[in-house]
């Protein structure tokens, strides 16, 4: 990696014309966005940036009516170099993406961890764009915590590798601190009954969801919530004895629910020159903050965010609350009706309907596979209407040994990663859609 990373900065360094930066929209995509935006600025290189839902041969020619000889894609790109080639075959192509790519001979400037051997999840777009930023200036090491944050979008590990490396570049300048604690989000800033009603990860089977289902916890753990004085209380403002009733009451409540109910304990990691009620003060909760700005269709806000402009950064703490209200909506919906779904012996197809927006379908899948409700290997099909009467079709899974892209491709026209990908159908396929999904997945897993 290092000398494809070395090769690809020194190509790059010769460029003196405006350059056309495309990424994605979700944390990982708005992370490199902005890690990119940051480097080029202090680089003096002329540019532009488009975020995008996604790539087709669409986008790919409008992209090609724009006046630039050199384009940069950044967590995307791989999988379209054919296309990339047929339309912009004229023009320097510069690519920094862990997406699996497209088997096509291509000259571009191709930096992919799939090309060494390795998988998407050895590190993030937004990895690779901080090691290019680094290699192009040591003094962007301020920005390896931007990577943490869109790695932390995407479950990378930061334990091992190439991720461990940029976490410590990250703690080394001082812009991340790393903690054992409780694995919720918002343990900083919010009260601690809201605490509970909102953590979705992990999902508290009666609390989550419910403020009466939270105090009333609170009540049978003997925990106030409230403090002599009347105000409400945080976490931080337990005591190590109540905070060892919450764990355990935690656990307990997830039995049954989980297989591992116990996983709610692990590394938090906090940016340190964000105030204690900062509402991205905890990484995770910033990449969440980042993919409701995504998906939420206002990934300018994320940008704004990232780049410290304190009126997008309001819009964005406002986006967050009502991307959290839908999450919790989809998973008590969810936990209300697994009962229903569609189960083969490692599946599981959860064809929402409209019941969850098709914008959070992709999010809800991806909380349930990672939420030990089903065994890590399953595969988790989710399916929601969208509002233009089509379904979008969203695919997770933790298993290493199956590419759900080549799945997808055999019943729809989908794409993405090996463990994450998704489509869209016409909803009179939607039965059809079921029958092949099903047929496809039992003889695979």
């Not at 409540?253 to 938090?268: A, M, Y």
């Amino acid at each position: 990696m290092k000398n494809l990373i070395k090769d690809f900065t020194n190509e790059f360094r010769e460029i003196k014309e405006p350059i056309k930066v495309i990424s994605h929209l979700d944390a990982d995509g708005l992370t490199s966005a902005a890690i990119i935006s940051k480097t080029l600025k202090r680089n003096d290189n002329e540019f532009s940036l488009s975020i995008v839902r996604q790539l087709d041969e669409d986008k790919i020619r409008e992209l090609s009516l724009e006046d630039y000889n050199y384009f940069l894609f950044v967590d995307l790109g791989s999988g379209f170099l054919s296309l990339i080639s047929k339309h912009l075959n004229d023009r320097k192509i510069f690519i920094l993406d862990h997406h699996v790519p497209e088997n096509f001979e291509n000259n571009f400037y191709h930096v992919n961890p799939h090309l060494i051997g390795m998988d998407s999840w050895s590190i993030s777009g937004a990895g690779l764009a901080y090691l290019f930023s680094k290699e192009l200036n040591k003094d962007n090491i301020d920005m390896a915590y931007i990577s943490v944050i869109g790695g932390m979008g995407d479950y990378i590990n930061f334990s091992h590798g190439f991720n461990e490396g940029i976490l410590k570049d990250a703690v080394d300048s001082g812009k991340i601190e790393i903690k054992k604690g409780l694995r919720m989000f918002g343990t900083q800033t919010r009260h601690l009954h809201k605490l509970l009603q909102y953590s979705t990860d992990p999902y508290i089977p009666g609390v989550t969801g419910s403020e009466e289902g939270s105090i009333n916890f609170l009540n049978e753990l003997g925990i106030e919530y409230k403090n002599s004085n009347g105000n409400f209380r945080k976490l931080n403002d337990l005591n190590d004895e109540e905070l060892k009733e919450l764990i355990t009451g935690v656990i307990l409540k997830r039995f049954g629910s989980e297989e591992n109910p116990d996983d709610v304990l692990g590394n938090i990691y906090l940016l340190k020159n964000e105030d204690e009620d900062s509402f991205i003060k905890d990484v995770r909760e910033y990449a969440t903050l980042l993919n409701a700005c995504g998906r939420l269709r206002k990934p300018s806000f994320g940008i704004g965010v990232l780049m410290e402009n304190p009126i997008l950064r309001e819009k964005a703490s406002e986006l967050l609350k009502n991307y959290k209200m839908e999450i919790i909506k989809a998973l008590n919906w969810f936990h209300e009706n697994k009962n229903n779904f569609i189960k083969g012996e490692k599946f599981v197809i959860i064809n929402a309907e409209d019941n969850i927006k098709d914008s959070m379908i992709g999010t809800l899948c991806g909380i349930v596979s990672n939420s030990n409700v089903y065994d890590r290997n399953h595969v988790i099909v989710g399916m929601a209407h969208t509002l233009e009467g089509d379904i979008k079709i969203s695919m997770r899974t933790n298993n290493p040994k199956i590419d759900l892209r080549e799945i997808i491709k055999r019943v729809a026209d989908g794409g993405g990663h090996s463990n994450s990908c998704g489509a869209f159908i016409k909803k009179e396929k939607e039965m059809e859609f079921i029958e092949e999904i099903s047929n496809a997945l039992t003889k695979v897993l």
